[in-house]
């Protein structure tokens, strides 16, 4: 079993000794929400991490039909890392692996949208999003001064391929992902839908540090006990951090992990295009290296409608 151990993983704002107490904000009408004594701005040391870097150019894309939404919860895992709850128009209908843009206006009013994945349920009553925030980022300084009760806008459709009807039927899912990829694999796994159709689902989450491995508690507890809706599948949960040595039994690079075949000993399973269905989410560079290890081991992607053994979302 590759799981750091619990007691090693302190997550800023989760209760650690030291947590500070703004990195919460929260609302009644969120089942997962935490009271916080107050709404506040953004994590207090972003405004550093962003002064290391110019702001680029945005690149606004205007959708055409977007609904006016509120933020009722935010939790900040890190200063660049932030989960976000927010009112959900009941039009809106996604598929686990989805993603929505959400616009967010600054003081002259004008939004610029990002796509980003929806990371939770389609039967929750709110929309929740596991956000990065770039040094220099358009979208992520105003993410940074967001308060809870602000407004937001959303489109109202939602799009994306990485999604388990894209895939074969098979035995295992593999679930590879870096940093906020991880976004579309929390949908998945807080609908039954997932659980129904397979066997063993093998979740691997990369970051650079272990207080980046957001939802870890959360995961842990499905690998434990999965929920009551799920009559088929186990969940595997293979967090790997990057550059903290010795915070987690697996800390190469997933490409790295697969290729000499350690991940398929920490997951307790075979990689193969026969029983082996694969999602990969996050770092582009990271989806280009599976795209080849992964194709060169048979695996092929879905085409024109054709479902295929393994599907690609890369988010720069
Ligand atoms: C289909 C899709 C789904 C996405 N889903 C998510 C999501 O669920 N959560 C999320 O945080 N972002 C997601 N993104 C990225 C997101 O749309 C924005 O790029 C991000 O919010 C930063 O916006 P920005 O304007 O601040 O910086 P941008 O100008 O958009 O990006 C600047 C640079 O930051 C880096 N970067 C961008 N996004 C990320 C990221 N997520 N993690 C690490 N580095 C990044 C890249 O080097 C990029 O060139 C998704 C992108 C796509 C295409
Ligand atoms: N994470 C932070 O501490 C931090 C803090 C402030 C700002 N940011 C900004 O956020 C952005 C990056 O955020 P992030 O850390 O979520 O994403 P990231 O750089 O994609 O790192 C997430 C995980 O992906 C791994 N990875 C990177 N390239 C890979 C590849 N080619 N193949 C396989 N795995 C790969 C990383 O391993 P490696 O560790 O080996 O790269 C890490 O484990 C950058 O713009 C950065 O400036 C990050």
Request: positive net charge; aromatic residues 6%; hydrophobic residues 40%.
């Amino acid at each position: 079993m590759t799981n750091i151990a619990a007691a090693s993983i302190v997550l800023p704002g989760v209760g650690g000794p030291g947590a500070p107490s703004r990195s919460l904000q929260a609302c009644a009408a969120c089942p997962t929400a935490e009271p916080a004594p107050s709404a506040s701005a953004g994590h207090p040391r972003y405004a550093e991490a962003i002064a290391s870097k110019p702001a680029t150019e945005g690149t606004p894309h205007k959708p055409a039909k977007t609904t006016r939404e509120m933020l009722r919860w935010s939790r900040w895992w890190t200063s660049t890392l932030v989960s976000l709850r927010i009112t959900r128009d009941a039009r809106l209908r996604f598929t686990p692996g989805h993603y929505a843009r959400l616009g967010i206006a600054d003081d002259t009013g004008s939004p610029i949208f990002r796509p980003l994945s929806i990371a939770s349920a389609p039967g929750d009553p709110c929309l929740e999003f596991l956000c990065t925030l770039i040094p220099g980022g358009e979208f992520s300084a105003r993410l940074a001064e967001i308060r809870v009760g602000d407004s937001l806008e959303v489109e109202r459709a939602s799009f994306g391929f990485l999604t388990i009807d894209a895939l074969s039927p098979g035995n295992d899912l593999w679930l590879l992902t870096t940093g906020s990829g991880l976004a579309p694999c929390m949908s998945m796994l807080r609908d039954p839908g997932v659980w129904n159709a397979f066997d063993r689902i093998v979740l691997v989450h990369s970051v650079r540090h272990a207080e980046e491995l957001a939802y870890a508690a959360e995961l842990r507890r499905l690998a434990q006990e999965p929920p009551d809706a799920a009559r088929r599948a186990s969940l595997r949960y293979l967090p790997v951090v990057t550059r903290d040595p010795g915070a987690s039994a697996l800390s190469q690079r997933i490409p790295a992990l697969l290729d000499d075949g350690r991940l398929c000993l920490a997951a307790g399973a075979t990689l193969d295009p026969e029983h082996s269905r694969v999602l990969v989410c996050g770092n582009p560079a990271m989806t280009r290296e599976l795209r080849g290890l992964l194709g060169s081991r048979g695996f092929r992607t879905p085409r024109r409608g054709v479902p295929g053994q393994a599907a690609f979302e890369k988010y720069w």
